[in-house]
């Protein structure tokens, strides 16, 4: 099983709707999470990140954190054609600077 | 500008070559980080250093050295003992800090190819 998991995709959402992008871990002592958006091509920026359960809201974008489950989302309202990216899930595993990426989830959202 | 800056961006290396890649930041971070990133994949942990003079293998560290003489710099050597090392390589910094939650910010990368 791998420590991060995220579906691949293509996700492909509407322009102005909802996209919903979903991340699980395998490590139930992982205390940080974070979102990043990699454009292709291009290294991958920091979006959000969240701690603690519930939701954690930027503007656009929300985290939702559930460590019961072990799974941690990423909604985008509004959904741009700019938001088209791969959009990478990171979890702090085990170690406190072993920061582990899922492969990504790629989002395209048409105009 | 503060930030993290890798040079080469773009890099080909010949068949039993060495080749370092540069890494320099000047926000005064801790912890540094070595990526790599297959097309198509995820990123994948080669060595990490939380402190000056210090570092740690990663995921994948076999064919790979590095140093921390300072700082500021990590850098990464690709050596020839790396079978495959075609790829798009990501240098990071971070204040670690398990509880305040090791945000982790990227240099722009270093393409490598192997001709």
């Known amino acids: 099983q791998k420590e991060v998991e995220q579906n691949s995709g293509p996700l492909s959402v509407p322009e102005g709707a909802i996209a919903s992008l979903n991340c699980t871990y395998s490590d139930r002592v992982s205390q940080s999470f974070f979102w990043y958006r990699q454009y292709s091509g291009k290294s991958p920026e920091l979006i959000m990140s969240?701690?603690?359960?519930g939701d954690k809201e930027d503007g656009r974008f929300t985290a939702q954190l559930n460590k019961a489950s072990q799974y941690v989302s990423l909604l985008i309202r509004d959904s741009q054609p700019s938001d088209s990216a791969t959009y990478l899930c990171a979890v702090i595993g085990d170690s406190s600077y072993k920061l582990i990426f899922g492969s990504g989830t790629r989002l395209l959202v048409r105009p | 500008d503060g930030g993290i800056t890798q040079s080469p961006k773009y890099l080909f290396r010949k068949e039993g070559q060495n080749v370092t890649l540069s890494c320099e930041q000047n926000l005064n971070h801790d912890a540094m980080y070595w990526y790599r990133q297959d097309p198509g994949q995820g990123l994948r942990l080669i060595y990490y250093s939380q402190i000056v003079n210090d570092f740690q293998k990663g995921d994948i560290a076999e064919g790979y050295s590095v140093s921390r003489e300072k700082k500021e710099s990590f850098p990464l050597t690709v050596t020839s003992a790396q079978k495959n090392p075609t790829a798009f390589y990501l240098c990071?910094?971070?204040?670690?800090?398990?509880?305040?939650?090791?945000?982790?910010?990227f240099g722009e990368g270093s393409w490598l190819t192997v001709v």
């Open positions: 990071a910094s971070s204040i670690p800090g398990p509880l305040a939650g090791n945000t982790i910010y």
């Open positions: 969240i701690y603690s359960n």
